[in-house]
């Protein structure tokens, strides 16, 4: 599967790669290495990603190269999509980055769509840092310490720190691999999950606090609005793995994050932008359910975009608490 890939890096010369916008480590990680990997190779690789890339993140190497923009004269022959089950998910540039000659899809979500003329879609892989980590062994390019990082850093996150369900031998496997070219655990780990700043520390209370559980106790719903993220000067971002804490409740199967987004003004029918991000326990897909409104993802984490208005946001949630 991977050969005619390989065959086909090897000619090209300037290639697109980007990913899903509100990058997450894996998104981000996935995306510098691939960069480092085709320059390893001698090509040129231009990064993108719309969305700014989170504060914990800014650590990681070369990060200030990726553009939110495409430059209008570019010319690549070939685009790398990492990360996404719809080409959309990289937001604005993705009829463009449709446009080019060859179109690479490397993803691990079990709502991928098979957009491209080439796929890499594995959904038993921990994360499509995995998938890229596999590329760059049959590219033959050595993982230096910065390409461990990323590598390191992707899988490290969308394991949520080798717990979720997705933690597989192989992520231990190649996270090893990736600490004895370099990488220091403690110091990624300080990065990601050791510099909070008060607001966000604030944050967090306030969304524990609106914590609601349904009747039946299986479900939990969790809620970030603009005033929230204001009151503690914070961003979207700043609530990132917050949901966690909603799916440990004992007994919930399923907990939602309502994340309000930033809505223009003057919008007359009282309906707002909302993310929801869902977790499962592993008993339910929540892929399906976000596959439902229209989202995407894994079965025990997956999201959507809606608009409507909190009450109405919450009560459609609500009414999914009586199937589990
Ligand atoms: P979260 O909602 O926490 O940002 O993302 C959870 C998982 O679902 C991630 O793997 C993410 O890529 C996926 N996901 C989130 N929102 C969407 C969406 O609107 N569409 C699709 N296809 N996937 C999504
Ligand atoms: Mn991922």
Known sequence: MMDPIINHLKTSKHILVASHTNPDGDAIGSLIAMGLALEALGKKATLYNESPIPTVYR??????????????????DTTIILDCGELDRIGAAAKQAGQTP??????????????????????SACATAEIVYRLIKELN???TQELAVCIYTAILTDTGSFRFLNTTSSAFAICDEMVANG??????????????????????????????ISLNGKLSMMTVTQRMLKDTETYPEDADGFINYARRIKAVRVAALIQELQNEKGRSNGKRKFHVSLRSDGTVDVADIAAS????GHVAAAGFNLDTTLVEMKKTLWQLADKL
């Open 59 to 76: 650590f990681l190497p070369r990060v200030d190269s990726i553009v939110n923009k495409l430059p209008s004269d570019h010319e690549f």
């Open 102 to 123: 060859a179109l690479i899809n490397i993803d691990h979500h079990t709502t991928n769509d098979g957009f491209g003329q080439w796929r890499l879609v594995d959904t």
């Open 141 to 143: 390019v050595a993982f």
């Open 183 to 212: 990488v220091e655990p403690y110091k990624i780990a300080q990065h990601v999950y050791g510099t909070f700043s008060i607001g966000r520390l604030r944050l967090l209370n306030l969304a524990l606090d609106s914590i609601e």
């Open 293 to 296: 409104f229209g989202g995407g």
